[in-house]
């Protein structure tokens, strides 16, 4: 489901923030000045191998190599411009402290990081739920082109937002870390929400689901030459032979279409006259 960009956007800018050094006698300034380096880095060295603690990087990502990979920040992306670091705890060689970030794709997000000091640096070495949650709910708002109507916004957000915090760590770490299958368990939680009706014009019954399945059929026929009115022809008999449950099951399923859907879209095609 590869329109979750924004959602994946949302959780991968956790990451960004995850960054700490320091050690001597000033290490409160040292902690923050390293979240902040972290936070608006775009090198992705610095976020997988700087300032997060290797436990950390093998939890969210299994290695380095895979966080080099996931966290590889494209043009579009915006990370934080600066974050607001308070209440700075330290314990030994632990720590915690509350980030609030400013500008970029996740602003006004807020929540606790706990840090450890490795190899002599103050890196991170967990995220707070409360973060989590917040970049989420912060995240999807960002993703409002992308999620469409406000209604389904909502809707996500709240699902998101409301899951137990072991499932919404399971599942924004899966996203971050782009593992395989992390499309399908993002998927399943905002399903119903993108099952919504649609903005399409006309019957209001059309889900955001299959307005984007449709969307997509008709861009390939277009590319392909066929005219307006085939698309419509083949549409519309879609529309009457695929279930909402077989584009959801596609959607959840990174976009792979099954033989017997791949099937009824060439039956539709057959069907339907004209160039």
């Known amino acids: 489901?590869?329109?979750?960009?924004?959602?994946?956007?949302?959780?991968?800018?956790?990451?960004?923030?995850?960054?700490?050094?320091?050690?001597?006698?000033?290490?409160?300034?040292?902690?923050?000045?390293?979240?902040?380096?972290?936070a608006t880095s775009r090198d992705v060295k610095v976020r997988c191998e700087g300032t997060t603690t290797k436990r950390l990087v093998r939890r969210i990502f299994g290695d380095v190599a895979q966080c080099h990979k996931a966290e590889k920040l494209k043009p579009?992306?915006?990370?934080?411009?600066d974050v607001r670091v308070s209440r700075v705890k330290v314990d030994g060689d632990r720590a915690?402290?509350?980030?609030?970030?400013?500008?970029?794709?996740?602003?006004?997000?807020?929540?606790?990081?706990?840090?450890?000091?490795?190899?002599?640096k103050w890196r991170i070495d967990d995220v707070g739920v409360d973060l989590l949650r917040s970049q989420v709910e912060n995240g999807v708002d960002s993703g409002s082109s992308t999620l469409g109507k406000p209604k389904i916004l909502t809707c996500a957000r709240k699902a998101l937002t409301n899951l137990p915090d072991a499932q919404l760590r399971r599942v924004a770490y899966a996203t971050i870390a782009e593992r395989p299958g992390s499309d399908a368990e993002l998927?399943?939680?905002?399903?119903p929400c993108l099952s919504e009706a649609g903005s399409g014009a006309g019957s209001g019954s059309t889900s955001f689901l299959r307005e984007?399945?449709?969307q997509g059929i008709s861009s390939s026929l277009r590319k392909s030459g066929s005219s307006a009115a085939k698309i419509g022809c083949i549409n519309g008999k879609l529309r009457s032979s695929i279930s909402e449950e077989e584009i959801q099951s596609t959607a959840t399923n990174g976009g792979k279409t099954t033989p017997q859907l791949t099937r009824k879209v060439a039956e539709a095609i057959k069907a339907c006259p004209g160039p």
């Not at 998927?187 to 399903?191: A, D, K, S, T």
Request: proline fraction near 4%; include cysteine; charged fraction near 25%.
């Open 212 to 214: 984007k399945f449709e």
């Open 187 to 191: 998927g399943r939680v905002v399903l």
């Open 96 to 120: 915690t402290a509350t980030a609030v970030y400013e500008g970029g794709d996740t602003s006004g997000a807020k929540g606790t990081l706990r840090l450890l000091k490795e190899d002599d």
């Open 1 to 38: 489901m590869k329109p979750r960009h924004s959602l994946i956007a949302i959780c991968a800018a956790v990451v960004s923030g995850l960054a700490a050094c320091g050690g001597g006698d000033s290490a409160e300034k040292d902690i923050s000045k390293a979240v902040k380096q972290g």
């Open 76 to 81: 579009s992306d915006k990370p934080p411009t």
